[in-house]
């Protein structure tokens, strides 16, 4: 009976230990008063990350203020010009994971109905994948052609036609 004494007071010590450290771990916590209602403006609850944009930025910001991304005849790759443009969008998509952008691709009235439908769909599909290579989210983005039924202009004519070869990015959810 000795012999078990020793392993049963090393149990009971272990226990105690235990207790202690579990009674120690669960220190309260005081709870902050209510805050007092504000007076001023509607407030935002998200948390603010250094350098995140904000809905805000989408007025106010250069980069993100251009929205349309322009073409060449017949062409669906994106010119070097806009790749800043890209890497400004897909920040924004990055620090805000719920918005939501529609790539509205558009064509000239040259070419058939059929032809300049493919070719704005192409074009919102290269402005999806030049987002997407500067880590926004493919989830984020929807893209639309109106081939040559939604012109900025209306004349015939070269400078007419190359604002029509576009794709518009719509901020759906912000």
């Known amino acids: 009976m000795n012999a078990n004494k020793p392993a049963v007071l ?10 202690v450290a579990a009674a120690a771990c669960s220190k309260k916590v ?3 008063p209510p805050a007092e209602p504000s007076t001023g403006g509607v407030t935002d609850t998200a948390p603010v990350t ?9 007025d106010t910001d250069a980069c993100l203020r251009q929205r349309t991304v322009y073409f060449d005849l017949d062409q669906d790759a994106l010119r070097p010009e ?7 969008h897909a920040k924004y998509l990055r620090d805000r994971p719920s918005s939501r952008i ?5 064509a000239d009235e040259r070419g058939s109905r059929e032809y300049n439908l493919g070719l704005g ?6 402005v999806s994948s030049a987002l997407q290579a500067n880590g926004g989210s493919g ?4 893209v639309v052609s109106y081939g040559e039924e939604r ?6 004519g070269e400078d007419c036609w190359a604002r029509n070869r576009r794709v518009e990015i719509v901020y759906t959810a912000k």
Do not use: H
């Not at 250094?50 to 989408?58: F, M």
């Not at 806009?82 to 400004?88: D, L």
């Open 82 to 88: 806009f790749q800043a443009a890209m890497a400004c």
């Open 50 to 58: 250094p350098g995140a944009y904000g809905p805000s930025d989408l």
């Open 102 to 106: 529609t790539l509205e691709g558009n």
């Open 139 to 142: 989830a984020q983005l929807t």
């Open 121 to 126: 769909e192409r074009r919102g599909n290269a």
């Open 30 to 32: 005081k709870e902050a």
């Open 151 to 156: 012109p900025t202009c209306t004349e015939s």
């Open 10 to 19: 090393g149990k009971a010590l272990l226990i105690a230990v235990m207790c």
